[in-house]
């Protein structure tokens, strides 16, 4: 589908608040409440978009996984339906995984790492790293999305995370955060039949994750809506005492979609989309090329995003 001016500014809005009323949407858009909640649901039912709730403040790891060809599929099947992992993607080739790991417990990620893949049959390896920092991705907006004003901006950035006091889910929070990552926007009425509490309670509750950094919501997009085809995961090398330096510049580009220092050998992870091959080719010899101190690249085309956001 094509996507008009009011879709990449209703993206936008959603990326900058993914519990705005569809009142404010509508007056932030210039178009009615109606209009712009039945915009939302159009795009969400063609598989556009899809609003998710993100627990901060947990360690967050990149997996790449080796597997016998036939069996890669069948293992980032079985990767994407687990509630902790995302962007599980299958790479180039088919032998081969890519995917986010956000446990709620060290014994929840050992697990997964050293008991359920390292004894499945179809996995020939696996490497698990966590990033320390991440430049784009998650609360750093995609350049690709702004379209709105600074005036329209500034009426729907929520208010100021408190930094003095940051907050941190409990256990309890985990049935309200589960349900929120599978619908950012579900009503408060919703979320009370999905865990249990009263209506008031949980409002309450959103809005002390959000106000102390403990929740954001972030906006699943799919690349080909904005006439984006290609995409490619790329492990860059990079000299240590430049790393920040580089991470910075290599998230202001408009190809990339996340950007996020790791340990290992390769300690920058890029995820980029492009138009179509010709400018993944041209992005990668003439823009990142010239960016200095990284040392080594290593780029793996996306063959198919089995999971997006979790």
């Given at each position: 589908?094509t996507?008009d001016e009011?879709d990449?500014?209703l993206l ?6 993914g519990?705005?009323?569809f009142?404010?949407?509508g ?10 909640a039945?915009r ?5 039912a063609d598989g556009?978009l ?12 990149m997996?790449r996984i080796?597997?016998t060809t ?6 980032g099947?079985?990767l994407?339906?687990?509630?902790d ?14 995917s ?14 050293l008991?359920?893949l390292t004894?499945?049959p179809?996995v020939?390896?696996v490497?698990a790293?966590?990033?320390s920092?991440?430049f784009?991705g998650?609360?750093?907006?995609w350049n690709?999305?702004?379209?709105l004003?600074?005036d329209q901006t ?8 408190d930094t003095?006091?940051?907050g941190?889910?409990g256990?309890?929070?985990r049935?309200?955060?589960t349900?929120l990552a599978q619908d ?8 009370a039949?999905?865990t ?9 509750r ?5 106000s ?5 919501f972030d906006?699943d997009?799919a ?5 984006l085809?290609v995409?490619?995961?790329l492990w ?7 790393l920040?330096?580089v991470?910075q510049?290599v ?7 996340f950007?996020?220092?790791?340990t290992g050998?390769s300690?920058l992870l ?6 179509d ?6 992005y990668l010899?003439d823009r ?5 101190a990284?040392?080594a690249?290593e780029?793996?085309p996306?063959?198919?995003t089995?999971?997006g956001l979790a």
């Open positions: 589908m996507l009011l990449r500014g936008h809005a959603l990326h900058l608040d519990r705005a009323t009142s404010l949407l007056s932030v858009l210039g178009v009615s409440e109606r209009t712009v039945r939302y649901q159009r795009l969400v556009v899809r609003v998710v709730g993100v627990a901060a403040g947990r360690s967050y790891w997996l080796s597997c036939d069996g890669a599929l069948r293992v099947t079985a994407a339906r687990r509630p992992t995302s962007w599980v993607h299958l790479l180039s080739g088919g032998a081969e995984l890519s986010g790991l956000q446990t709620w417990s060290d014994d929840e990620r050992q697990s997964l790492l008991d359920k004894r499945t179809q020939k390896s490497t790293e966590p990033v920092r991440t784009r998650g609360q750093a907006s690709a999305l702004a379209t004003t600074d500034a009426r729907l950035r929520p208010d100021p995370v003095v006091v940051p941190k889910a256990p309890r929070d049935p309200l955060l349900a950012g926007r579900a009503s408060y009425t919703e979320l039949a999905a249990g509490w009263s209506e008031t309670s949980i409002r309450r959103v809005g002390e994750l959000r102390t950094g403990a929740l954001y906006v997009i690349p080909r809506a904005l006439g085809t995409a490619a995961r860059l090398s990079v000299t240590p005492s430049a920040a330096t991470g510049q998230a202001e580009h408009p190809e990339v979609v950007a996020g220092a790791t050998t300690n890029v995820v980029v989309v492009c138009k091959a010709a400018a993944l080719s041209d010899t990142l090329a010239t960016v200095k990284i040392r690249v780029s793996a996306i063959l198919r089995l999971k």
